[in-house]
């Protein structure tokens, strides 16, 4: 079954600096792959997905993802952080053939002044 | 911009007790979601729900949980006789069309607490 790992339950970054959420997927045929943001009190608003037309996908907010078959990976970055950054996110990966999206469990972005 | 609302954005029930969850979707969406997430956990997929049916649901989504659109706007989970482990936070989701290509937008969320 399709998993989404994401390493490090809580980032911290000073302003301005780079940020850097890793992601993993396991499925051997590459799905669908997002990145969500949810502020706090707030839904699950999408940064950025992976559809297969290209490997380096650019969001909103300045965030950008790069797919790599090799590594099985969707890393989240970003340039330069700021505060508005802080928010909790999630990595998720669905199916070509499905429609239930599979969730990792979110990494809390705290960005230092 | 069409958003995907929900109400209450905190229900607060004694275990037992029937709680209904009301979604309502982008409008011209036609396929609904529900997705959970208990505190401290992952974002999980409850069910989906196309053409006044299930398409489907997860091993979460057991006898204790429906679904329903009774109009053309509203899209409703009832959980009959809750559980504390029902606590978490539920997400409603709406897109125009099935499959990766497709975004399913996401409500605020209603945060269900079992006493």
């Known amino acids: 079954a399709q998993s989404v790992t994401q390493l490090g339950s809580h980032v911290s970054v000073s302003e301005g600096a780079l940020v850097l959420l890793r992601c993993n997927y396991s499925s051997s045929v590459p799905p669908y792959l997002f990145w969500y943001v949810q502020y706090p009190n707030q839904g699950l608003q999408l940064l950025l997905k992976y559809t297969s037309a290209a490997t380096l996908v650019k969001g909103i907010n300045g965030f950008e993802a790069e797919f790599k078959k090799s590594e099985t990976s969707f890393h989240l970055t970003k340039p330069s952080a700021h505060m508005s950054d802080a928010a909790e996110y999630f990595c998720?990966?669905?199916?070509?053939?499905?429609?239930?999206?599979?969730f990792g469990k979110g990494t809390r972005l705290h960005i230092l002044p | 911009e069409p958003e995907v609302t929900q109400t209450p954005s905190h229900q607060v029930t004694q275990m037992g007790q029937e709680v209904i969850l009301r979604c309502v979707p982008i409008?011209?969406?036609?396929?609904f979601y529900w997705y959970r997430q208990i505190l401290g956990q992952k974002v999980e997929f409850l069910v989906s729900?196309?053409?006044?049916?299930?398409?489907?649901k997860s091993e979460i989504f057991d006898d204790q949980f429906s679904v329903e659109r009774p109009d053309g706007s509203n899209f409703t989970l009832k959980i009959r006789s809750t559980k504390l482990e029902d606590s978490a936070m539920y997400f409603c989701?709406?897109?125009?069309?099935?499959?990766?290509?497709?975004?399913?937008?996401f409500g605020p969320g209603t945060r269900l607490t079992v006493l």
């Open positions: 989701a709406s897109s125009k069309e099935d499959g990766g290509n497709n975004e399913q937008f």
């Open positions: 729900f196309y053409n006044n049916e299930i398409s489907e």
């Open positions: 409008s011209n969406h036609l396929y």
């Open positions: 998720a990966a669905l199916e070509n053939r499905d429609d239930k999206i599979i």
